[in-house]
């Protein structure tokens, strides 16, 4: 009765969000394992009225005891989804974090776009924008409909296998670390430890798909394509080029992460602290945790941009400022070159340039990323409670 609530709950939510894509797949899935979990249920009702009841009363009695304590082990440890359920792969658990992943990234996309071009240091008078809205309806009636999509694929291609790496690790570290530090309690040491070790995982992986997005979204972007972009990067600048923003990427994402799982594990013990499955906890707390990060470490993130986009206004206006002698130098490499670079043109507000649309960006897509991903989590560990009580259940 609980699961079944709980997607007909899905199911009038998703009803009422119109045409998105995204949510009327969930709302399509919803209605799958609805009607399949009717199927079942009438079929073990069929079979148990064909099943021949043999033996006396006692025997019936021990069966009811025993499947009282079936029940009450289930309700005992409903509160456990939290943690990795027993018996679930890894790489079940790397598919979760793979879709959340995915799904965060291509939805939030267009604002990822409008954060890029307003970290730009030195736009074209053509790509200055007063806020979010402002850009996004420029771009779409300047540029095209499908403008703040461009390198949605790259980024679609990068996510899958970094979110995996990412949510995987982190759960696994977040409970051998929490075992050692505090036994049989959460650990904020432990969760922000894991956090900065995932986001070493998850930046190796994403960080060539960063640099591919973050061209292609910038005003004028000479590539045609996501294939043209890579070739043009490897040929002209060497594969070099698609780690050059690595160590300012962890630089910025290792204090982003810990502050973002500190904080969102912090939301959980106050909102949620029995640890069960919450949506509205779980989206707020994510949204919030993702806000907060995103703030703090915009400085970094604008000079990570710089670094993946490598300004060609930008690196034009150093050259002539450096003179003659050292015009021949016309890559921006390294954290405090970039750092440089930023203060030079931007003063201390360059380092803010477009917290606004991180902020945006991050709020919702860390809420996402969360809920979908918690979703995955409870449907698991509901599903393998319910394989446990009806194997116990045929022992009988």
Not at 161 to 181: G, M, V
Request: charge should be positive; glycine fraction near 10%.
């Amino acid at each position: 009765m609980e699961t079944d609530g709980f997607v007909r709950k899905r199911r009038m939510t998703a009803e009422t969000t119109g045409n998105d894509p995204g949510v009327a797949g969930a709302s399509a899935g919803a209605e799958v394992r609805w009607l399949g979990g009717r199927f079942w249920g009438v079929s073990e009702s069929i079979v148990g009225s064909l099943t021949p009841r043999i033996g006396g009363e006692t025997e019936l009695q021990t069966a009811d005891l025993i499947r009282s304590a079936c029940d009450a082990q289930t309700e005992d440890s409903e509160p456990d989804y939290e943690g990795l359920p027993q018996g679930a792969s890894t790489g079940t658990h790397m598919l979760a974090g793979a879709v959340a992943g995915i799904m965060e990234h291509c939805l939030m996309f267009p604002i990822d776009c409008v954060k890029t071009r307003m970290q730009s240091l030195q736009p074209d008078p053509a790509a200055r924008y007063r806020n979010v809205m402002d850009a996004l309806r420029r771009i779409i009636a300047t540029e095209g409909v499908w403008r703040p999509m461009r390198g949605l694929n790259a980024t679609a291609v990068g996510a899958g296998p970094a979110h995996a790496l990412y949510f995987a690790s982190y759960e696994k570290l977040k409970k051998t670390l929490s075992d050692l530090i505090h036994p049989g309690a959460n650990s904020h040491l432990a969760n922000g430890a894991a956090g900065c070790v995932a986001t070493l995982l998850h930046d190796a992986a994403m960080n060539p798909a960063e640099v591919v997005k973050q061209r292609m979204q910038m005003y004028n972007s000479p590539y045609r394509g996501v294939l043209d972009c890579v070739r043009a990067i490897w040929q002209k600048e060497g594969p070099a080029a698609f780690y050059r923003s690595y160590t300012t990427q962890l630089t910025m994402n290792v204090p982003f992460q810990a502050l973002h799982f500190m904080t969102y594990e912090y939301l959980q013990e106050l909102l949620n602290p029995h640890r069960q499955y919450n949506p509205s906890s779980h989206m707020f707390s994510g949204a919030l945790a993702g806000a907060i990060a995103a703030a703090a470490t915009t400085p970094l993130d604008v000079c990570k941009t710089l670094l993946n986009t490598q300004e060609s206004l930008t690196i034009g206006s150093q050259s002539s400022g450096q003179g003659s002698s050292q015009g021949a130098h016309r890559q921006i490499s390294g954290l405090a070159h970039a750092f440089r670079t930023v203060y030079r043109l931007g003063g201390l507000q360059g380092f803010f340039k477009g917290v606004q649309a991180r902020v945006i960006y991050q709020m919702p897509s860390t809420a996402i990323s969360w809920s979908v991903y918690e979703f995955f989590k409870y449907g698991l560990t509901k599903h393998q409670h319910k394989r446990r009580t009806q194997h116990m259940e045929a022992e009988l």
